[in-house]
């Protein structure tokens, strides 16, 4: 995602300057228009921005508060904007450092998947100071079409996980109806033409149904390739879980939905996008 978004900042006239361990990201992202750097340091030396999209809790963290990280190298007075997806309390262990060392920083972290950060459709949820989101928009509506002030440091991801939380359950119980009305002996186009016309319609259903050959521009129609990994999806909500079980919120059905995400992983398909579920729930016999 971040090679897009880097790409499509060039298209709107930014100069972008980008590092990424990966030199196959790199290269792909050099022929789109953005200069090379050899480290995190090169990146952001001397830049007014740094935007990134990283894995993990701790690679955000180091990537930020290492030795050779944005936070030590970046010039004093840039906006910082975290658009990974990790746990509230990372942009809120980020944020007092970065004020301290004299920069601003905000998490944005962002949803609409491979497809909105190519076509530069994305929704940003951002957590922060207000006038570092303001200041952020012309980078952001470069990125995407959506961008929410959510609250303080933090607040962006308290959105993204809930969001993301109920994109799995909408996409489990999806995938669970299309099976049985199809194993019924109805017509797959038929039952999606009727949900989506209906009560039960659904991001699930209208955009991203997980039935192959429905939506031609959903992942399920491209061999579950190109989407939201379902590895990624399992991460999510485990973070989302654990928000949860910090506040002790009741999440029955954001349970069973990380578990059978977790079953799609474990039999090998954790590449596939998370519409994948349904092709579990189908191979189950009669």
Same mark, same amino acid.
């Given at each position: 995602?971040? $090679?897009?978004?880097?790409?499509?900042?060039?298209?709107? $006239?930014?100069?972008?300057?980008?590092?990424?361990?990966?030199?196959? *990201?790199?290269?792909?992202?050099?022929?789109?228009?953005?200069?090379?750097?050899?480290?995190?340091?090169? *990146?952001? /030396?001397? #830049?007014?921005?740094?935007?990134?999209?990283?894995?993990?809790?701790? !690679?955000?963290?180091?990537?930020?508060?290492?030795?050779?990280?944005? #936070?030590?190298?970046?010039?004093?007075?840039?906006?910082?904007?975290?658009?990974?997806? #990790?746990?509230?309390?990372?942009?809120?262990?980020?944020?007092?450092?970065?004020?301290?060392?004299? !920069?601003?920083?905000?998490?944005?972290?962002?949803?609409?998947?491979?497809?909105?950060? =190519?076509?530069?459709? +994305?929704?940003?949820?951002?957590?922060?100071?207000?006038?570092?989101?303001?200041?952020? +928009?012309? @980078?952001?509506?470069?990125?995407?079409?959506?961008?929410?002030? &959510?609250?303080?440091?933090?607040?962006?991801?308290?959105?993204? %996980?809930?969001?993301?939380?109920?994109?799995?359950?909408?996409?489990?119980?999806? *995938?669970? &109806? @299309?099976?049985?009305?199809?194993?019924?002996?109805?017509?797959?186009? #038929?039952?999606? /033409? !009727?949900?989506?016309?209906?009560?039960?319609?659904?991001?699930?259903?209208?955009?991203? &149904?997980? !039935?192959?050959?429905?939506?031609?521009?959903?992942?399920?129609?491209?061999?579950?390739?190109?989407?939201?990994?379902?590895?990624?999806?399992?991460?999510?909500?485990?973070?989302?879980?654990?928000?949860?079980?910090?506040?002790?919120?009741?999440?029955?059905? $954001?349970?069973?939905?990380?578990?059978?995400?977790?079953?799609? =992983?474990?039999?090998?398909?954790?590449?596939?996008?998370?519409?994948?579920?349904?092709? +579990? %729930?189908?191979?189950?016999?009669?």
């Amino acid at each position: 995602m971040g $090679g897009f978004m880097a790409a499509n900042l060039v298209k709107k $006239g930014f100069n972008v300057r980008g590092y990424d361990p990966s030199k196959e *990201a790199q290269n792909a992202a050099a022929k789109e228009g953005v200069a090379s750097a050899s480290s995190i340091a090169a *990146a952001v /030396d001397g #830049v007014d921005a740094v935007v990134s999209i990283l894995p993990s809790n701790k !690679v955000v963290l180091d990537a930020y508060l290492g030795k050779d990280g944005v #936070v030590k190298h970046a010039p004093k007075g840039s906006l910082l904007i975290d658009s990974s997806t #990790v746990d509230p309390n990372v942009p809120k262990e980020i944020f007092p450092v970065a004020i301290e060392s004299g !920069v601003s920083f905000i998490d944005a972290p962002v949803s609409g998947g491979v497809m909105g950060a =190519q076509n530069a459709t +994305l929704a940003f949820m951002v957590g922060g100071r207000k006038e570092d989101f303001e200041r952020s +928009l012309p @980078m952001l509506k470069a990125m995407g079409l959506k961008h929410f002030h &959510c609250g303080d440091s933090g607040a962006g991801q308290v959105a993204k %996980l809930a969001n993301n939380m109920l994109m799995g359950i909408t996409g489990m119980a999806t *995938a669970e &109806c @299309m099976n049985m009305g199809i194993k019924m002996g109805l017509d797959p186009k #038929v039952l999606l /033409d !009727v949900l989506n016309n209906s009560s039960a319609r659904s991001w699930s259903t209208e955009v991203y &149904c997980p !039935v192959p050959g429905l939506v031609p521009t959903a992942p399920s129609s491209r061999n579950y390739d190109g989407g939201f990994k379902n590895e990624l999806m399992v991460k999510d909500l485990e973070l989302a879980s654990g928000m949860a079980l910090g506040i002790r919120s009741p999440i029955p059905l $954001g349970a069973v939905a990380t578990q059978l995400y977790r079953i799609v =992983q474990s039999r090998g398909y954790g590449q596939k996008d998370f519409s994948f579920v349904y092709q +579990l %729930l189908k191979d189950e016999k009669k």
